[in-house]
């Protein structure tokens, strides 16, 4: 049975990146608020919003990942400095939300970030 791995942000750069360098041998689940880029024999894409922790649980229930890649975020520091409340919902809540889903699944978490947007503490 091959790895199940879900990459969240994958029509972004860094992942629609990680997935064009995926081992063809790893069931692939990408979620998007978009359609899917090109797609291939092992990807199944998911249109979600990441912020919906009811609808993430179920896709993590679908899915049962072994890993999650996160590469989604809000990244534009001019945005996120005027609309911080924002910023910190979608980098950091959505981010919690992922490591108490993959806590309960038992899946491992990598988690992409910049320090530009927020300084980590």
């Not at 092992?42 to 990942?65: G, S």
Request: net charge negative.
């Amino acid at each position: 049975m091959s790895q199940r791995i879900l990459i969240t942000g994958a029509h972004g750069f860094v992942g629609s990146n990680v997935i064009g360098q995926a081992d063809p041998d790893y069931e692939l689940h990408g979620l998007s608020r978009q359609l899917a880029t090109p797609p291939r024999e092992n990807l199944h894409w998911h249109i979600v919003n990441l912020a919906d922790t009811e609808q993430m649980r179920r896709v993590f229930q679908c899915v049962v990942p072994d890993a999650v890649i996160h590469t989604a975020a809000l990244a534009n520091i001019d945005y996120c400095e005027t609309h911080q409340q924002v910023a910190r919902e979608i980098n950091v809540g959505i981010t919690q939300t992922l490591v108490d889903l993959c806590i309960v699944s038992g899946a491992k978490l990598v988690f992409c970030s910049s320090d530009t947007v927020f300084d980590g503490e």
